[in-house]
Nanobody, 122 residues
Framework: VQLQASGGGLVQAGGSLRLSCAASGRTFSNYAMGWFRQAPGKEREFVAA????????WYADSVKGRGTISRDNAKNTVYLEMNILKPEDTAVYYC????????????????WGQGTLVTVSS
């Protein structure tokens, strides 16, 4: 599976962004999809994930209520909409695909996109 993340950019605090991750290669609908982020000087952390059927979602406490993950299997795309953005949301956001075991843990994902930078100004 090849993953291409997009949609990052510069946004003011309180604003919104929608990130997209387009997948190609193997059957996208077979994989759980996750979003992770890495802020400058920090380790990569889990943001949100969605499984492959009867979509169930998971969120980090830091984005719960502000983020929405969704997927369109017909378009082989997963989305992350982030609202009420904060400066601490500034990070490179990565999408990943995996079998759906240990969905909050990056080492459970087999495929990664290149990342898209989100910068939130105060």
């Amino acid at each position: 599976v090849q993953l291409q993340a997009s949609g990052g950019g510069l946004v003011q605090a309180g604003g919104s962004l929608r990130l997209s991750c387009a997948a190609s290669g193997r059957t996208f609908s077979n994989y759980a999809m996750g979003w992770f982020r890495q802020a400058p000087g920090k380790e990569r952390e889990f943001v949100a994930a969605i499984n492959w059927s009867r979509p169930k979602t998971w969120y980090a406490d830091s984005v719960k209520g502000r983020g929405t993950i969704s997927r369109d299997n017909a378009k082989n795309t997963v989305y992350l909409e982030m609202n009420i953005l904060k400066p601490e949301d500034t990070a490179v956001y990565y999408c990943a695909a995996g079998p759906g075991v240990g969905i909050r843990y990056e080492n459970e994902y087999n495929y990664w996109g290149q990342g898209t930078l989100v910068t939130v100004s105060s």
